[in-house]
Structure formats: structure tokens, C-alpha cells
């Protein structure tokens, strides 16, 4: 009977390994389907965050954002206003989410290895906030450098002839090749600020990424496991996977909320980036303090955040969804 209760207890031990084991990761694919997922993601909202980037950045704080999207298609068509830069974003958008998505899964997967469960479900949701946070810290480093070069970019065109009032006009700068473009852009920021100016904007970054990917991921998880147990309490198998329209809600919802919470951040964050601020007065709290003494007051830090929580919908929904399909299918 001993000899019985200790296989039992052995074989215990063995299977509880085995489910450990076989929810290890495999980075590879962890970065491939987040790269492609982040893609996906990109190409949707790319539009939409030019408009609010240049609504951020603009010294015109009366310019509504139907205004700003009608001058912009008006002047500069729909590739060279609404798609400008978008290059570097799109490889950003890659690296960003790949790491995300594989930093995230990997502190998932300590704090399960820690506690001895059997899956990321049975995780409390502070962990996947943690797990959230820290996948943000990681992406910020790689982030920062893209987004300035995209934010530069996306506001190039309207710099050269005044706030929100573009021509058609080419330049010496837009007319070239994007390779041209993304170097002179590059090339100005390492002879003005040298290399650390590539990071201009990274306490901001910092502080946007590490909230809001908190929010991000656990959001996200929380509403998938709503529906799960919904489910389960009508009835359903507890082991089936969550619908297409469950997961693109759950990451709408999330996309939503992230964008939300930080977004006088990000305003913050993309006037450093886009304006002619010195060392001395580029501080997170002295821009901000800037913005809001200008005509408009705190309101100048929510200008696009209409369309950034119009575009944080279907671009998240189709990240989640995506990753989701292919962890599915080829994980």
C-alpha cells in the first residue's frame, strides 16, 4: 500500500513536469507571431496615428481632427500624408510587438514555473500585469529610437509650411528615396544630439509602455477569461478556445483602454520628439508643463485622442487575433 501511495505520488509529481513542460515556449515562435501580428496591427492604425500625431504636435490647437484629416488627404493625397514614414514604424512595429509578446510570455512562464501550475489561466491577474510591465520596459529601448524617426516624419510635411497647412509642393527632403529620407532624418538627430539623441523621449516612452502594456496585457486576459467562464458556467467545455469575436474584443477593449490611460504621456512624448525643445526644458514635467500654458490649457494634452481611440480598436483587435490564430494553428 506504501509502494502504491508513492508511485501515485510519483506519477503525480511526473504529470504536474510533463504540463510544465509542455507549456514551455518556444521563442521563435513567439517572436515570429508577434512580429506578424505587429504588422497587421500597423498597417491598420498607421493613418490614424499620423493624424493624431500631428494634432499632438501642432502649435494650431483650434484644428479639429475632421480638419486635420481633410487638409491632410487635401494637400498631401492619401500615401505621402496619411502613409508618410511608415517604413520604419512598420519594422518597429515588428521588433515591438515580437518582444512584447515573447517578454510577456516569459515572466508568464516564470511566475507559473514559480508557483508549480499547470497553465497561464491559473495565474492571479497581478502577475500578468507585472508580466505586462516588465514586457514594456524591455520594448521601450527599441521603441523609442523608431518612433522618432516616425513621429519626425509624420509631421515633416507640415513643419515645412506651417501648422496643419501643407502643400503639394516637393522638397529636397521628401522628394527623394524613403532610404534617403529615414537617413537624412537619422544623420540630423546623431550631428545635433549625437547618439543618445536617438533615445530622445525615452522617460516618456518609459513610463507609457511599462502603465500601459500593464494595462494592455492584463485587460486583455481578464476579459478572455470573463468569457471563458461565462461559458463554462452555461455549460460549455472549460478546455474549448474563446471565439474570433471574443479574442477581437478582448483586444479592442484592451487597445482602447491602453491609449486611454496614457495618452497625455504620449503627447508628451511626441512634442519632445517632434519639437525644437533644449536639453535643459525637454523634461516629461516641463513640456507637459509647457503644453498646458499654451491656448487650450490640460485640454492640449488630449488633442487626437478621438481618433487614437478610433484607430486602438481594430489595430488591437487584429494584433490579439492574429497572435491568437497563429499560436493556434502553428504554435
Given at each position: 500500500?506504501a509502494l502504491?501511495?508513492e508511485?501515485m505520488?510519483?506519477?503525480k509529481i511526473?504529470?504536474?513536469?510533463d504540463?510544465?513542460?509542455?507549456?514551455h515556449?518556444?521563442p521563435?515562435?513567439?517572436i515570429?507571431f508577434g512580429?506578424?501580428?505587429?504588422?497587421f496591427?500597423k498597417?491598420?492604425?498607421y493613418?490614424?496615428?499620423?493624424?493624431?500625431?500631428r494634432?499632438?504636435s501642432?502649435?494650431?490647437y483650434?484644428?479639429?481632427t475632421?480638419?486635420?484629416?481633410?487638409q491632410?488627404?487635401?494637400?498631401?493625397?492619401i500615401?505621402?500624408?496619411?502613409y508618410q514614414?511608415i517604413?520604419a514604424?512598420l519594422?518597429?512595429a515588428c521588433l515591438?510587438?515580437?518582444?512584447l509578446f515573447?517578454?510577456y510570455?516569459?515572466?508568464s512562464?516564470f511566475f507559473?514555473?514559480?508557483?508549480?501550475?499547470?497553465?497561464?489561466?491559473?495565474?492571479?491577474l497581478?502577475?500578468k500585469c507585472?508580466?505586462?510591465?516588465f514586457a514594456?520596459?524591455?520594448?521601450?529601448?527599441?521603441?523609442?529610437?523608431?518612433?522618432l524617426?516616425?513621429?519626425k516624419?509624420?509631421?515633416?510635411?507640415?513643419k515645412q509650411?506651417?501648422?496643419?497647412?501643407?502643400?503639394?509642393?516637393?522638397s529636397?527632403?521628401s522628394s527623394?528615396s524613403?532610404?534617403?529620407i529615414?537617413?537624412?532624418?537619422?544623420?540630423k538627430i546623431?550631428?545635433?544630439?549625437?547618439v543618445?539623441g536617438?533615445w530622445s523621449?525615452?522617460?516618456?516612452?518609459?513610463?507609457?509602455?511599462?502603465?500601459?502594456?500593464?494595462i494592455?496585457f492584463?485587460?486583455?486576459?481578464y476579459?478572455?477569461?470573463?468569457?471563458?467562464e461565462?461559458?463554462i458556467?452555461?455549460?460549455g467545455?472549460?478546455n474549448?478556445?474563446?471565439s474570433?469575436?471574443?479574442l477581437m474584443?478582448s483586444?479592442?477593449?484592451?487597445g482602447?483602454?491602453?491609449?486611454f490611460s496614457t495618452f497625455p504621456v504620449?503627447?508628451?512624448?511626441?512634442?519632445?520628439?517632434?519639437?525644437d525643445?533644449?536639453k535643459?526644458s525637454s523634461?516629461?514635467l516641463k513640456v507637459?508643463?509647457y503644453?498646458?500654458q499654451?491656448p487650450?490649457?490640460?485640454r492640449?494634452?488630449?488633442?487626437?485622442?478621438g481618433i487614437?481611440?478610433?484607430?486602438a480598436?481594430p489595430a488591437?483587435?487584429i494584433?490579439f487575433?492574429?497572435?491568437?490564430?497563429?499560436k493556434?494553428?502553428?504554435?
Open positions: 500500500m502504491y501511495n508511485e505520488s510519483l506519477d511526473t504529470h504536474h513536469n504540463s510544465l513542460e509542455s507549456s515556449l518556444n521563435i515562435n513567439e515570429a512580429a506578424i501580428s505587429g504588422m496591427g498597417v491598420v492604425e493613418p490614424f496615428d499620423t493624424v493624431k500625431v494634432l499632438q501642432s502649435s494650431n483650434s484644428i479639429s475632421v480638419g486635420c484629416i481633410a491632410t488627404y487635401r494637400n498631401e493625397g500615401i505621402r500624408g496619411f514614414g517604413r514604424p519594422l518597429g515591438e510587438t515580437a518582444i515573447a517578454s510570455n516569459a515572466t512562464h507559473i514555473n514559480h508557483y508549480r501550475l499547470k497553465s497561464d489561466r491559473e495565474l492571479p497581478w502577475t507585472v508580466s505586462g510591465g514594456g520596459f524591455t520594448a521601450s529601448f527599441v521603441l523609442t529610437p523608431i518612433e524617426v516616425k513621429c516624419l509624420q509631421v515633416q510635411n507640415v509650411s506651417g501648422p496643419i497647412s501643407t502643400t503639394t509642393s516637393s529636397s527632403s527623394g524613403p532610404k534617403n529615414y537617413s537624412t532624418v537619422i544623420r546623431l550631428a545635433n544630439e549625437g543618445s536617438l523621449g525615452l522617460s516618456s516612452t518609459l513610463i507609457r509602455e511599462v502603465f500601459g502594456t500593464a494592455w492584463s485587460t486583455y486576459e476579459m478572455t477569461q470573463v468569457f471563458r461565462r461559458r458556467a452555461k455549460g467545455d472549460e474549448a478556445e474563446n474570433d469575436a471574443e474584443f483586444g479592442a477593449l484592451a482602447v483602454l491602453f491609449n504620449d503627447t508628451i512624448k511626441s512634442n519632445i520628439q517632434t519639437n525643445f533644449d535643459a523634461s516629461l507637459g508643463k503644453i498646458c499654451q487650450g490649457g490640460m492640449n494634452l488630449y488633442n487626437g485622442l487614437t481611440l478610433v484607430r480598436a488591437n483587435a494584433i487575433y492574429v497572435y491568437e490564430l497563429l493556434r494553428n502553428y504554435g
